[in-house]
């Protein structure tokens, strides 16, 4: 069955530094998120990604994150200089259509010491 | 705005039982709803969706949830509990202008006593 990787599934990383999330959605899907879960939080919305370009963001999004298809196949996210307050689990999601079901890979969890 | 509101924060039912877990949503055409499953340290798992037509929907692992449109729920059931059903619900709607992001609930917590 398809399925969304992301790796690396932990990273720990100094704050200041920028970090790089990969992930490889489902091969024929056209549409890219990308999700974090703070702690004990609920799952929110950062960015989605459609015909290479952004098409939606949220307000978490800033001048910090950056996303990129960079070939056929990987999707990533990029925080240029990381907080405490980065720390977090990113779930990257794919789907084969707007508004249709999204699916998540297993999450890389964020430590930003 | 958009919003998923799941009233309670965390259930615990006995193995066996029938469950509910309540999702209201706030939105202002016609939604396209989800529920989806996180087990501890994992990913999320789509139960099931709803996108139009028969307003009882079926899901994997024995989930159903139905649409009330009058009352803007899409509550999620179980009429049977098992211990492996132990997990964080979210509930979440689509917003289908905005390039197809999932706005979610806060979740609900479900544990099950033996």
């Known amino acids: 069955e398809p399925e969304v990787t992301q790796t690396p599934s932990h990273q720990v990383t100094q704050m200041g530094q920028e970090v790089i999330l990969r992930c490889v959605p489902i091969s024929n899907h056209l549409y890219f998120y990308w999700y974090r879960q703070i702690l004990g939080q609920k799952v929110e919305f950062l960015v989605s990604?459609?015909?290479?370009?952004?098409?939606?963001k949220s307000e978490i999004f800033d001048d910090q994150f950056s996303v990129e298809r960079p070939d056929g196949s990987n999707f990533t996210l990029k925080i240029r200089s990381t907080k405490l307050e980065d720390s977090a689990m990113y779930f990257c999601?794919?789907?084969?259509?707007?508004?249709?079901?999204?699916?998540f890979g297993q999450g890389t969890r964020l430590t930003v010491v | 705005a958009q919003s998923v509101t799941q009233p309670d924060i965390h259930i615990t039912v006995s193995e066996g039982a029938s469950l509910e877990l309540r999702c209201n949503y706030s939105y202002g055409a016609t939604p396209y709803l989800f529920w989806y499953v996180q087990s501890p340290g994992q990913g999320l798992q789509l139960l099931l969706k709803y996108f139009s037509g028969d307003t009882l929907v079926q899901g994997i692992k024995g989930f159903e949830a139905e649409f009330k449109r009058s009352q803007s729920s899409f509550n999620l059931r179980k009429p049977s509990v098992h211990w492996s059903d132990a997990a964080e619900y979210f509930c979440a709607v689509a917003v289908y202008n905005q390039g197809g992001k999932l706005i979610f609930g806060q979740g609900t917590e479900l544990s099950v006593k033996p």
């Open positions: 999601a794919s789907s084969g259509r707007q508004g249709s079901e999204a699916f």
């Open positions: 990604f459609y015909n290479n370009e952004i098409s939606e």
